[in-house]
Nanobody, 126 residues
Framework: QVQLVESGGGLVQAGGSLRLSCAAS????????MGWFRQAPGKEREFVQC????????GSADSVKGRFTSSRDNAKNTVYLQMNNLKPEDTAVYYC???????????????????WGQGTQVTVSS
């Protein structure tokens, strides 16, 4: 079992930055690939970024490529989402997710992830 807790959301002006954190419980965090997803009001949950178990590879949605970066610190059981040059369309609840997988890629499909955090709100004003 893995429990995930996101933090770092808030209100920011367009062009600003935020860093989300996702703290995981358990001693086997380094065996999990991690994903970031978001859901805006009235929209389906969408993929944002993912990162492999060792941080060696990441995946990114086209909408955030070049602006968002995922990283992880396995010693701290934490994964991060650095969000720069935020836009109003980035406004959403952001979720981190985990799947037990130690391979060389990370999945972009939400259904592949077994564990989810409660989400953190990010609001970008214009």
């Amino acid at each position: 079992q893995v429990q995930l807790v996101e933090s770092g959301g808030g209100l920011v002006q367009a062009g600003g930055s935020l860093r989300l954190s996702c703290a995981a419980s358990g001693r086997t965090f380094n065996r999990y690939a991690m994903g970031w997803f978001r859901q805006a009001p009235g929209k389906e949950r969408e993929f944002v970024q993912c990162i492999t178990w060792n941080g060696g590879r990441t995946g990114s949605a086209d909408s955030v490529k070049g602006r968002f970066t995922s990283s992880r610190d396995n010693a701290k059981n934490t994964v991060y989402l650095q969000m720069n040059n935020l836009k109003p369309e980035d406004t959403a609840v952001y979720y981190c997710a985990a799947v037990a997988y130690s391979g060389s890629f990370c999945d972009t499909l939400s259904r592949q992830y077994n564990y989810w955090g409660q989400g953190t709100q990010v609001t970008v004003s214009s």
